[in-house]
């Protein structure tokens, strides 16, 4: 049974929203451009590229779907699987998360950054990091924790607006206090987004930047296992 979440899961939460910054970050500006955990931006992309109109790769978009769709069946039933034998599912699919990435930047090693269209080398590295993300998007679907997806913030940036003093939408939870965490979420991803570039435009290669998102995911899981157990996701 799922509590309501605390404290220690919507920093999680917002933690785990910085790192997809990053990831964006390496996939449009190294890999690509393509996304690998916003996959709106691949369906538009796809249909951009298939009528040959702004230097994009279908195939590159495609292959992030694709390997985004296997990322959140196989996260699907590893979390389910888990739930089942009463194991803490949310720690372990954040490991499994971390080891894809670490995975993806082994194969990224010495790669530089795409010049015009993604090489095959890229692509492989775009399926791995996509199927990594297709875990994270199971994973925060199933903790439940409002206005923190981690991988987009168009609806919380809509709700921090509709219910703030200015849009006052009590449906929308002017006077909750939600104005808060939705705005963390909008930040995370921006500064996020902003290492990332940052990173690059620094001469850090691709790999160094997963490798740091890796190791930022595995810290994420271990501080988490080792908080109170009381009111998280797969907590036994």
Do not use: C
């Not at 920093?11 to 910085?18: G, H, K, P, S």
């Not at 009528?51 to 292959?63: C, F, I, K, P, T």
């Not at 002017?174 to 991803?189: E, I, P, Q």
């Amino acid at each position: 049974m799922q509590s309501k979440p605390g404290g220690a899961l919507t920093a999680v939460m917002v933690a785990l929203t910085m790192t997809t910054g990053m990831v964006e970050a390496v996939s449009f500006l190294a890999l690509g451009p393509v996304f690998t955990a916003m996959q709106t931006g691949n369906v538009l992309f796809l249909g951009f590229a298939l009528v040959r109109e702004g230097g994009l790769s279908a195939v590159a978009s495609s292959v992030s779907l694709g390997a985004f769709a296997v990322g959140a069946v196989a996260g699907a039933r590893l979390a389910s699987r888990v739930d089942a034998r009463q194991r803490r599912w949310f720690v372990v699919a954040l490991f499994v998360e971390g080891a894809l990435l670490v995975a993806a930047a082994l194969a990224a090693w010495g790669l530089e950054r795409a010049g015009g269209s993604p090489s095959g080398r890229h692509v492989v590295v775009i399926a791995m990091v996509a199927l990594a993300m297709g875990v994270r998007n199971v994973t925060t679907l199933r903790a439940h924790v409002p206005d923190l997806p981690t991988t987009l913030v168009t609806r919380a940036m809509t709700a921090m607006i509709s219910g703030s003093p200015l849009g006052h939408d009590t449906a929308l939870g002017y006077g909750t206090g939600a104005t808060a965490r939705r705005a963390a979420s909008v930040l995370a991803m921006f500064a996020g987004g902003l290492l990332g570039a940052w990173l690059i435009r620094t001469d850090w290669p691709p790999a160094g930047v997963l490798l740091l998102v890796a190791g930022s995911v595995v810290a994420i899981a271990v501080a988490y296992a080792t908080a109170p157990r009381f009111g998280r996701p797969g907590a036994r």
